[in-house]
């Protein structure tokens, strides 16, 4: 184990347990990456596939997770100009390994973690 690690479980908020939890605390930031797991797609087409979200919501994912390198931009020398966004190698690996498992835990337990929900705002929790 290194200092750096050592550190990490003195201080669990300063990790990279937080980093990565962090790139869900954007409710769009998810959807967007499944919406791009399928391959590449311009940014019309993101926002067909999506659905609800507005056109600056969208934006600002995008930026997020362009910055977080978990997608990457293609510019295309075409009349008219052409963007298409696609997951990167580490984009791909958060989408088929924790969202996947996420989303087969959601399957299993939402009916559960609704009817908690529901019950605990029943009671005024």
Known sequence: MTDHDAHCYESVADCRLRAATDLFAHTWDPVVLAALRP???????????????????????????????????HPRAEAPPRVDYALTDLGQSLVEGPMMALGRWAIEHGDELLEAQESSTARGC
């Open 39 to 73: 391959g590449p797609r311009r940014r019309r087409a993101l926002h067909v596939a999506i659905g609800g979200i507005s056109d600056k919501v969208l934006t600002d994912s995008l930026h997020r997770l362009l910055a977080s390198g978990l997608i990457e931009r």
